[in-house]
């Protein structure tokens, strides 16, 4: 099963998404912070990473770049979340390190999708090289 890492300070939006992704067949597991984020990724070794970029204790853009500078969790894919949604933004995001990009409010069907391309499919899958021989 796919395992996601959500990094989000905000309980309700915590709450939501973490729910709509389970029922979709991703397990979640969460974090209230960048710090504890960082932790989380290097200890949980998620698929993906779902960042808020305004986090508490270390913000998003710093956990990114940590995650990104470390051998054990460089290669997981980042998508930024936030309510920002000017292009400076989206910028600031990739050169932080993030693979992708996505604003709030959560639109979860352009959401998954982003997801999907950087996992190689569906919650079932972490990517396509994944696939049993045939």
Avoid: F
């Avoid at 389970?22 to 990724?41: F, K, N």
């Amino acid at each position: 099963m796919t395992k996601i890492l959500l990094v989000e300070d905000n309980e309700m939006n915590r709450d939501m998404l973490s729910r709509r992704l389970e029922r979709r067949g991703y397990r979640v597991v969460l974090a209230t912070d960048g710090q504890s984020g960082v932790d989380m990724a290097a200890s949980e070794a998620p698929d993906l990473v779902l960042m808020d970029m305004s986090l508490p204790v270390v913000d998003g853009w710093e956990a990114t770049r940590r995650l990104k500078a470390a051998p054990a969790t460089r290669d997981i894919p980042v998508i930024a979340l936030t309510a920002h949604a000017m292009s400076s933004d989206r910028e600031k995001a990739l050169q932080a390190g993030c693979d992708e990009y996505d604003t709030k409010p959560i639109e979860l069907p352009r959401l998954l999708a982003k997801m999907e391309a950087l996992l190689g499919g569906g919650p079932g899958r972490t990517a396509p090289a994944a696939e049993a021989p045939r």
